[in-house]
């Protein structure tokens, strides 16, 4: 079993749609990313935290440290926001402060 | 600022050549990462480089090695490419460890034939 899941692997949805992504993780952890990768591009990180709810714009993303479990949320979508989304954890155990575990990323497709 | 630079972009390599991927960020950043990505499996932490002179094993680090140069500099080099190294390539950076945001560079798409 993975340590990072994501769900869902795909998403279709229709402009202006409300969108969510879902991580869990199973181990501790010192703080949760989420990434953007658009088709061919490059990788940016959206959002880092370890507590509570933070908001980019459209972006919204939660984590429940208690629960091991994270969302992120999209308002109001469009179809710029077609990209694969990237959950990471920064593990807070041992040797492994200093490296990223990341889920295998949510494929989302907003069409017009 | 140009933030994580990565060259070359494509390489194309046969089974056996060698080569050197080359990053550098210009952020100041003590820390420093190389993964691949192939699909269906998630970014894979290839070697990563928390400090200046320092450098340590990720993942799946067989088959490749890597230099920290200097603070600005982390090359990835790959003595005999295999097939199974056919992937995109990403370097990033970190002000110091994981928990801090990492920037990642444009990546470099290989294939060994």
């Known amino acids: 079993k993975n340590e990072v899941e994501q769900s869902p692997q795909n998403l279709t949805a229709q402009e202006g749609e409300f969108i969510t992504i879902n991580c869990s993780y199973s181990v501790g952890i010192s703080a949760l990313h989420w990434l953007q990768q658009h088709p061919g591009g490059g990788i940016v990180s959206l959002f880092m935290?370890?507590?509570g709810k933070k908001k980019h714009g459209r972006l919204i993303a939660t984590i429940n440290i208690q629960e091991k479990h994270s969302s992120l949320h999209i308002t109001a979508s469009h179809p710029r926001d077609s990209a694969v989304y990237i959950c990471a954890v920064s593990p807070n155990y041992g040797g492994a402060t200093n490296k990223l575990i990341f889920g295998t990323g949510t494929l989302l497709a907003v069409q017009p | 600022n140009a933030g994580v630079t990565q060259t070359p972009k494509f390489q194309v390599l046969k089974t056996g050549q060698s080569m050197t991927l080359q990053c550098a960020q210009d952020?100041?950043?003590?820390?420093m990462y190389w993964y691949r990505q192939d699909p269906g499996m998630g970014l894979r932490l290839i070697y990563y480089s928390a400090s200046e002179g320092t450098t340590d094993k990720g993942e799946v680090p067989n088959g490749y090695n890597v230099s920290r140069l200097n603070k600005r500099e982390f090359s990835l080099r790959l003595e005999s490419a295999a097939p199974s190294q056919t992937s995109v390539y990403f370097c990033?950076?970190?002000?110091?460890?994981?928990?801090?945001?990492?920037?990642f560079g444009p990546g470099t798409r290989l294939t060994v034939l």
């Open positions: 990033a950076s970190s002000a110091r460890g994981s928990y801090n945001e990492q920037f």
């Open positions: 952020m100041n950043h003590n820390s």
């Open positions: 935290l370890s507590s």
